[in-house]
């Protein structure tokens, strides 16, 4: 399975932007689809995970309400669209798919894009 993240780029504060993923290879074993941000100097965190369904999500309480994940099966795409932007986003993120169900740990996760770098400027 291999991941191309696109999408990143500068945004000024209370802007908008959205990252999609596109999946491709052997991609029907792949359960939950997620993003997760490394700013400098600082860990990578969880962003935000969707289900197979998408039905099931899960939001890191930093981004909860202003940032939303969805999903494209048909396409084997996903994306957040982050709106709200705030400097504090500022980060590479990454998109990562699992073999299970949602989880906010890096280490859940199988499969892992390149990144794609979010500023936000004040």
């Known amino acids: 399975v291999q991941l191309q993240a696109y999408g990143g780029g500068l945004a000024q504060a209370a802007g908008s932007l959205r990252l999609s993923c596109a999946a491709s290879?052997?991609?029907?074993?792949?359960?939950?689809r997620g993003w997760f941000r490394q700013a400098p100097g600082k860990e990578r965190e969880f962003v935000a995970a969707i289900g197979w369904s998408g039905s099931s999500t899960t939001y890191a309480d930093s981004v909860k309400g202003r940032f939303t994940v969805s999903r494209d099966n048909a396409k084997n795409t996903w994306y957040l669209q982050m709106n709200s932007l705030k400097p504090e986003d500022t980060a590479v993120y990454y998109c990562?798919?699992?073999?299970?169900?949602?989880?906010?740990?890096?280490?859940?996760?199988?499969?892992w894009g390149q990144g794609t770098q979010v500023t936000v400027s004040s």
């Open positions: 290879g052997y991609t029907f074993s792949v359960y939950t």
């Open positions: 990562a798919a699992s073999l299970s169900r949602p989880s906010i740990v890096a280490r859940a996760y199988d499969y």
